[in-house]
């Protein structure tokens, strides 16, 4: 494992680093932030009490939120990346900060507020002079606890595509890589205590030199992102991708070729995005502008009033879904490739061996014997468990959702009995699973295909072209092979996609 590590950090660096950068960034704004409000709202609230006390309610119910709902209710108003991000922590940073301000004030020995009283100084004299003096401690006390909150919970922040340590972390979990896990937890816990100490060593500033360094990383950041404003790309196409290897090789494909053919076009790629609603919520909301999406989800979850009926072939699914598409939400869904990912239900031999399982129908008499783990997308949607529990009638005895990899880990564990996956799973070779037959037919085709908006298409007509050079290309096989090549070999995505694309003579 540790020569795994030692290599993914000599070839990673760059990105590595990249990340450090991109958490700090988003770290220290949101605090900024956080303090510019918090502090003034205590300052102001210290003469009421009952107002302050309703506040500091408001404050802690908000921390109560979980992070991926908080990160989900902002994206359809301020988009993805950076900026629903910094507001998400910005809220979670608000309550310690403000506390520890309050808390400060109020403990001031009331003996001196009456010599403040007696010697009749303004009360912005007072504030500056003596009080915030006194309550620095506290403060300084609030802002760590309020810095340490921030940068673990801003990993998170990579699930929305604004970077940072996080994009190690779910990779990591992802595609099984304990050397990029190993690099996001570790350097997120470095850079935790390393800024917790660097403000408890400011705090031991004079208040003057305080107010400098706080005036000062606010000019340095306001002026960065001014800067990065100005000189951004002018002609950017954000592409996105669901959780897992597959996606993320797609994605690099589709960079790889926009980029080769239109040298103006800038592409931004951002891997591990979610699941379907999160990604064509995004989509339509023009906050990405192309994802790879399969045509069974599309005719069976995306569109509205959704058929229920599999009994169709593959040319007849995607023409469905392109159309569908077209109509509902003015979007164009370009030629799908060769191979097909489809739904399967898998078990261990060993299980399958036991109770002859080689069909869906045949669990039915082991139904309640079933402890299921499906990823959260299969356990929800209509082509997934609804699906199959309303065409086979097939209520199974227990179900927990958990992300792709993990459910893989605990069919091998024996945590579970039964899970969710894909045709092209590297796992079903790695793990030694059975596949169980659709014997009722009831998983549409999936075939995958780039989905975007038709004015995208309008903006930037040469990418149809681009993407489509993926048309009837890249095998079952093929697709497998680079899945296991990412998640069980670890290499990286971009290297496998590239791979390809040269090998198969794509460029």
Known sequence: MWQDLIKTINTQHTEIWQALIQHIELSLVSLLIAAIIAIPLAVVLIRNKRLAEIVLQITSIMQTIPSLALLG?????????????????????????????????????PSLKEAELALGLPKWMTLFKIDLPLAMPSIIG?????????????????????????????????????????????LSSILAITFSALVKWIGSFSQKKIIITFLGLLAIFSGYFG?????GPKNEIVIAGKLGSEPDILINMYKELIERDNQNLKVTLKPNFGATTFLFNSLKSNQIQVYPEFTGTITQTILKN??????????????????GLKKQYDMDYLQPMKYYNGYALLVTKQFAKEYNLKTISDLLPIANKLQAGFDPDFNSLKDGYPGIKKSYHLNMGSIKTMEPVIRYKAIEKGKVNIVDGYTTDPEIKEYDLVALKDDKNFFPPFQGAPLLKSST????????????KLSNRISN?????????????????SKVAHNYLKQHKII
Do not use: C, W
């Open 306 to 323: 959704a058929t229920n009926s599999t009994d169709h072939s593959a040319k007849l699914t995607y023409q469905l879904a392109k159309q």
């Open 227 to 231: 800067y990065q404003k100005l000189i």
């Open 457 to 468: 298409l309008k903006n930037y007509p040469s990418i149809r072209k681009s993407l489509e």
């Open 142 to 186: 609030g802002i760590r606890v309020a810095l340490v909150l921030i940068i673990g919970t801003g990993t998170l922040a990579a699930l929305i595509g604004a970077g940072g340590l996080g994009t190690y972390i779910i990779t990591g979990i992802e595609t099984n890589n304990n050397s990029y896990l190993i690099i996001g937890v570790i």
């Open 477 to 493: 096989t093929d697709m497998q092979e680079m899945n296991y090549q990412v998640q069980i070999k670890h290499k990286k995505a």
């Open 73 to 109: 209710i902002l994206i359809p108003f301020v988009g993805i990346g950076t900026v629903p991000s910094i507001i998400a922590l910005v809220i979670y940073a608000i309550m310690p900060i403000f506390q520890g301000t309050y808390s400060g004030l109020s403990e001031i020995d």
